[in-house]
T-cell receptor, first 115, second 114 residues
């Protein structure tokens, strides 16, 4: 079975300080992992993805994530938060049972950035 | 540029009415999906389609219907049987058999019952 747990529903940081959004997953298959960002009343935009190549993945807007198989984690980080990073972030695991690409979403983490 | 277009952006429905949400993609993707988003609940899968003229129920299909007559289009009808339809609806597409590819999302439709 596949599932995703985002450990924090809300995270608040000050502008210029580091961001850490935590994600743990479980998967019966070799997973692909994604982080998406959603601004209010918008669709989801891909930040980055892990697809069994390098375990440290760099994405857009300075975000990166590290795949740790032993910890079943895929935490999202950014060295310095910007006001425009305030949004909701979703961790997603993709499995391919029966040759069909299905996504499993975490419940989301809302990031608040204080001036 | 290729992408997914959802319309309308905002939709208001009276009690007992059926409404249809449009989703069109020009990415030549095989698979299309409909998700419902409620505050604090993440995204829940309503229906998905892997090929034209075929679709499957997701986790919360009751009160919804879909069709897939063309590869580019996957409209969602919210019927009067859906008791709590107020939500944000997202359409997505992907290359079906490539789990590394990811989903491309539309910008969503916010449905409100009045």
């Amino acid at each position: 079975a596949q599932s995703v747990t985002q450990l924090d529903s809300h995270v608040s940081v000050s502008e210029g300080t580091p961001v850490l959004l935590r994600c743990n997953y479980s998967s019966s298959y070799s997973p692909s992992l994604f982080w998406y960002v959603q601004h209010p009343n918008k669709g989801l935009q891909l930040l980055l993805k892990y697809t069994s190549a390098a375990t440290l993945v760099k994405g857009i807007n300075g975000f990166e994530a590290e795949f740790k198989k032993s910890e079943t984690s895929f935490h999202l980080t950014k060295p310095s938060a910007h006001m425009s990073d305030a949004a909701e972030y979703f961790c997603v695991v993709s499995a391919n049972p029966n040759n069909f690409n299905k996504f499993y979403f975490g419940s989301g983490t809302k990031l608040n950035v204080k001036p | 540029d290729g992408g997914i277009t959802q319309s309308p952006k905002y939709l208001f429905r009276k009690e007992g009415q059926n409404v249809t949400l449009s989703c069109e993609q020009n990415l030549n993707h095989d698979a299309m999906y409909w998700y419902r988003q409620d505050p604090g609940q993440g995204l829940r899968l309503i229906y998905y389609s892997q090929i034209v003229n075929d679709f499957q129920k997701g986790d919360i299909a009751e009160g919804y219907s879909v069709s897939r007559e063309k590869k580019e289009s996957f409209p969602l009808t919210v019927t009067s049987a859906q008791k709590n339809p107020t939500a944000f609806y997202l359409c997505a597409s992907s290359l079906d058999r490539d789990r590394n590819y990811g989903y491309t999302f539309g910008s969503g439709t916010r449905l409100t019952v009045v």
